[in-house]
């Protein structure tokens, strides 16, 4: 089992639609989790930091879940440069960023 | 452009070659990492550098696999006598140690193609 799990997608919405991702991880002792956006053959870039009390940063939204032991990524008002992969990722038992497969999400005029 | 520059960007090469990547950091970044990435996947973890220590190799995916930062500055992953199974996306990465040491930069990778 992979230690964050994501659904693959791809997530299909039109512009200005609210849409949400999960991702559950497995190590309940990671300490750290992030959301990190991946273009189409580009690197990938830190989005945002989770936090367990959650964050927003604009239209972006965060949320970790500890005892059930997943995070959310909300993104509202959705534009076309929205699309992208996303990139949940947490720490392991070694402290490394373990990055789960990513979630594509397309964004439709 | 001083963020972190990867060469070269592609590199196609028959199996059993030896190839060998180069890293440049953000300057003043301290630490340095390496990440492979397959299609549908996320980026995997390899190996990681402090300055020129080795911190942690035992992500390397074999004893083909070793990576160098002998000035604490560029670092270097060959991969020996490739594979095909190596086809991938070798992406590094540079943080600082200091605060929050996961906010990791990316490079835009090397796409390597083993025939």
């Known amino acids: 089992r992979k230690e964050v799990e994501q659904d693959p997608g791809p997530f299909n919405v039109p512009e200005g639609a609210t849409v949400a991702f999960n991702c559950t991880y497995s190590?309940?002792?990671?300490?750290?989790f992030f959301w990190y956006r991946q273009d189409c053959r580009k690197e990938p870039k830190l989005l945002m930091s989770?936090?367990?009390s959650g964050n927003e940063d604009g239209r972006f939204t965060a949320q970790l879940n500890r005892a059930s032991q997943y995070i959310s990524l909300l993104i509202r008002d959705s534009k076309l440069s929205d699309s992208a992969t996303y990139l949940c990722?947490?720490?392991?038992?070694?402290?490394?960023?373990?990055f789960g497969g990513g979630t594509r999400l397309m964004v439709k005029p | 452009d001083t963020g972190v520059s990867q060469n070269p960007r592609h590199k196609i090469t028959k199996r059993g070659q030896n190839v060998t990547f180069r890293c440049d950091p953000i300057?003043?970044?301290?630490?340095l990492y390496w990440y492979r990435q397959t299609l549908g996947q996320g980026p995997e973890f390899l190996t990681y550098?402090?300055?020129?220590?080795?911190?942690?190799k035992s992500r390397l995916l074999s004893d083909r696999f070793s990576a160098e930062r002998p000035k604490g500055s560029f670092s270097t992953l060959e991969i020996q006598r490739t594979e095909q199974g190596d086809s991938a996306m070798y992406l590094c990465?540079?943080?600082?140690?200091?605060?929050?040491?996961?906010?990791?930069?990316f490079g835009p990778g090397t796409r390597l193609t083993v025939t």
């Open positions: 550098f402090q300055n020129e220590a080795q911190l942690e």
């Open positions: 300057s003043e970044h301290n630490r």
């Open positions: 190590n309940s002792a990671s300490q750290s």
């Open positions: 990722v947490g720490t392991d038992a070694g402290n490394m960023l373990t």
């Open positions: 989770v936090y367990s």
């Open positions: 990465a540079s943080s600082l140690s200091s605060g929050s040491s996961y906010e990791q930069y």
